[in-house]
């Protein structure tokens, strides 16, 4: 008899019928799973391929588990409690390296859109009241040559150091929790707010997770340079998003980019109402090619459990 898995989101048709020879599948469509849900579909199914918003948190692990593998579509699993999984003997994987140049380049579409003035400026020209050409209107700020501070120095972090050095010239200084040797040029700093106040550029590539929860903070977002402009591509909850909307509206920073949020979907109002801000919709990993990777590695980690092996992304 086929091991029954459930599948919380719509995934790569190739990976779905190669799942389906190998699985009973069954693929849930009604969003993101409750901590209801996730405790009935840990009693119910044999393996699980879940993503984030999937609350698999403490409690969901605390009932009946037939359930005896996760494999996790996205590297960040922070939606998933690792610990209290492997305490109820199920395994835990994720998707790493797959979506570091997608995410990478999401960065650097964020860094260049909100130094240039790019939302603003497509809203201008399709509200039609664009004037044309003037010599003063919308300037932004020069990308090339300046310094980029990153937070979180891991693959993602080394991939958007290298695009912005190697393209655009830029000096990289860096903060990481523990010293780190890194490939590209750059220069690793002890102190968070040293960072944030040394870049024209700060993008924070960390890990979410309690280490790393409202890490970027009034006083980190205070010793940025009045020019300087912040991208978040890791997790929304890694940012204190009231602190950060405070910035935005005084001036206290002149733009941030965001891929992420505190609460999504939701977006705050105040956030919305921002002319400095570029807004995106959690797209870090969203092109064809890196969601099919995706999805394969996570089902891959998924038959290496079911063949008796040890999935190779295992991560508790």
Same mark, same amino acid.
Do not use: W
């Given at each position: 008899m086929l091991k029954k898995l459930l599948i919380t989101r719509s995934i790569a048709l190739p990976v779905?019928?190669?799942?389906?020879?190998?699985?009973?599948?069954?693929?849930?469509?009604? /969003?993101?799973?409750?901590?209801?849900?996730?405790?009935?579909?840990?009693?119910?199914?044999?393996?699980?391929?879940p993503t984030l918003g999937d609350a698999f948190t403490t409690d969901a692990f605390l009932g009946e588990m037939r359930c005896k593998m996760i494999?996790?579509?996205? $590297? /960040?699993?922070?939606?998933?409690?690792?610990?209290?999984?492997?305490?109820? /003997?199920?395994?835990?994987?994720?998707?790493?390296? $797959?979506?570091?140049?997608?995410?990478a380049d999401i960065a650097l579409t964020l860094v260049l859109a909100t130094a240039r003035r790019a939302g603003e400026g497509e809203r201008l020209v399709r509200s039609g009241e664009w004037g044309g050409f003037t010599g003063g209107g919308m300037l932004g700020t020069h990308v090339t040559g300046k310094t980029l501070g990153v937070i979180g120095m891991g693959r993602i972090g080394q991939a958007i150091a290298a695009r912005c050095h190697y393209g655009f010239g830029m000096d990289v200084v860096f903060h990481n929790r523990s010293p780190k040797v890194v490939d590209v040029p750059a220069r690793q700093l002890d102190r968070l707010h040293d960072v944030m106040a040394a870049a024209d550029f700060v993008v924070v590539a960390t890990p979410g997770g309690a280490d790393t929860t409202k890490l970027i903070d009034a006083p980190a977002l205070a010793a940025m340079k009045p020019t300087g402009i912040?991208?978040?591509?890791?997790?929304?909850?890694?940012?204190?998003e009231d602190a950060l909307i405070m910035a935005l509206e005084t001036g206290q920073i002149a733009g941030a980019g965001l891929d992420v949020y505190e609460k999504e979907p939701y977006?705050?109002?105040?956030?919305?109402?921002?002319?400095?801000?570029?807004?995106?919709?959690?797209?870090?990993s969203a092109t064809q090619e890196t969601?099919?990777?995706?999805?394969?590695m996570a089902l891959d980690n998924i038959i290496a459990w079911a063949d008796g092996g040890d999935p190779p992304q295992r991560v508790n």
């Open positions: 779905l019928v190669q799942a389906k020879l190998q699985f009973d599948v069954t693929v849930h469509l009604g /969003g993101k799973l409750s901590v209801a849900e996730a405790a009935q579909a840990l009693a119910q199914f044999d393996a699980i391929l494999g996790n579509f996205g $590297v /960040g699993y922070n939606h998933i409690d690792a610990d209290a999984a492997a305490k109820a /003997g199920v395994t835990v994987s994720n998707t790493p390296d $797959v979506l570091t140049d997608a995410t912040f991208v978040n591509i890791s997790r929304g909850e890694v940012v204190d977006v705050p109002p105040r956030l919305l109402a921002l002319e400095n801000c570029v807004l995106l919709p959690h797209l870090g969601r099919q990777a995706m999805a394969q």
